[in-house]
């Protein structure tokens, strides 16, 4: 069984990172440069964020077991920093998914069937997505050097 635990531990580092960057840096970029009708691209997108935000909090549970009972091999440091990292990027999650998404979500609300980028508020909507964005790219590094990590 110890085998198959490192084995186990890198399947789910690279789950996790692959949908990280397959996500957002592939499906996301594409919807909106294929679909003529922005917030209906800016919906599937988000559907697509959510699916991957509970992905992420799966993933760092599951990797968080398999470092406690998978790597009795790994010295002291690489064991705080594999940890350190994953718990990074589950904060990414949970700051971007509970925190950032729900003010954006209120924000689409609130300019009805336009678009938040016909609305007033298409400012502070794009200083909060750019606030996210730059969330999403620092998990996405975090998540190649958790890989490597493995």
């Not at 949908?19 to 840096?25: D, E, F, I, N, T």
């Not at 594409?30 to 991957?52: C, K, P, Q």
């Amino acid at each position: 069984m110890r085998s198959l635990l490192p084995k186990l531990r890198l399947l789910v580092a690279v789950l996790w990172a692959g949908s990280l960057w397959a996500v957002g840096y592939l499906v996301a970029p594409t919807l909106f440069a294929t679909l003529s009708d922005r917030v209906l691209a800016g919906t599937i997108a988000g559907s697509m964020f959510h699916a991957m935000a509970m992905l992420s909090l799966g993933c760092g549970l599951a990797m968080l077991l398999l470092l406690w009972r998978g790597t009795p091999e790994w010295d002291g440091q690489r064991r705080r920093t594999v940890l350190a990292i994953i718990v990074l990027m589950v904060m990414c999650t949970v700051v971007s998914h509970f925190g950032l998404q729900p003010m954006m979500a209120e924000l689409r609300a609130a300019a009805g069937p336009a678009g938040v980028m016909e609305s007033a508020m298409k400012s502070r909507f794009g200083m909060l997505h750019g606030v996210s964005s730059g969330i999403y790219l620092i998990q996405s590094l975090l998540a190649g050097w958790l890989v490597l990590k493995q």
